[in-house]
């Protein structure tokens, strides 16, 4: 039973157009196809990218650091109290008004003071600011590096101008040495990320960034397999393209270089959308959808690759949005770009705005339909 389930889902028709299978892909006189087993050195890859991480955050990202001016405000310490670290911990960490008053009653805190303990023990787990400077050091080398290696992977192939000939000869086109290092390295560093997952910074749009990095190693694994070699590097390079000048944006806006910032993210969003939302799917998507209907009748290898590419141009277009918002926030005033993934440390003064605008509300009434109630004692001398 089960080699029978084996056999179908390695069946030829299923991942390789009429005519061709995995025969195709066996050595022979010299010349070298990808093969499913070299997929395992993607892991010691991985777990050596971990390593060289923590050794290139202790010794370069943290100099860089202090000499960019990058430093942490210091937290006040959430005294130990055992019945609002259960109440942190099991239920809620943004606890509703009645449960503020609840929580007052069981310790002999005022609200105002249970309110503070929530909120010191909300920035406690905030990652710091040097953290989140380590890390975007650490991914724009990194992206910097795989870009620049990229391009001189592609600098001198034919189908990186003429992008059709990615199909030319398929599923009989060698490997080169060049793309089996451009696949494993990039391969083994989206795993690296997704192994470090728990203790990386979390953003808002973290659940997003599991599905991009799953389906990014979905269809990197998938591309070498049945040998879409040629546009799995295309896609790598022009995700590249732009991550670096992202995490140089962020680097600069720990650091507090305001027009820096500025002027990379503009820079860094014209390239997104030139890449993501242009090039790749009028150009790339393009030639793995439309193109290869006119060369071979559609399988469901052509249907699981491009529908990978659409769960990434989904994410794209997601990503667009909250880049055009940043945008649209600082060009008028020319503030710094906060990245609207992260959350900032709740301050005191936010604490006194929330506490006055409860009072606010319980004094006039809660807020109906998401407005505020009208004043009936308002002056009548219009």
Known sequence: MLSRMYELLWADWLWFPEGHGWNDLKDHDGIVFPKAQDLWATIPIAFCFLVIRQIFERTVAKPLASLLGVSDKPRVQAPPNPILESHFCSTSKHPSQSSLEKLSKQTGCSVRQVQRWFRRRRNHERPSKLKKFREASWRFTFYLLAFFAGLATLIDKPWFYDMKLMWEHFPKMPLLSCQYWYYMIELGFYLSLVFSVASDVKRKDFKE?????????????????????????????????????????????????????????????????????????????????????????????????????????????????????MVIKFLPGNDIVEDERSDKDETETEDEDNDRERRERSKNGHVQNGHTPLNNNRSKTD
């Open 209 to 325: 960034q599991i599905i991009h990095h799953a389906a990014t190693i979905f269809l990197l694994c998938f591309s070498w397999l049945v040998n879409y070699i040629r546009g799995g590097t295309l896609i790598m390079l022009v995700h590249d393209a732009s991550d670096y000048l992202m995490e140089s944006a962020k680097m600069f806006n720990y650091a507090g270089w305001r027009r820096t910032c500025n002027f990379i993210f503009t820079l860094f969003a014209a390239v997104f959308i030139v890449t993501r939302l242009i090039i790749l799917p009028f150009w790339i998507m393009h030639t793995t959808w439309v193109y290869p209907l006119t060369l071979y009748p559609p399988f469901f290898g052509f249907y699981f690759f491009n529908g990978l590419m659409i769960v990434l141009l989904c994410l794209h277009i997601f990503w667009a949005g909250l880049i055009l918002r």
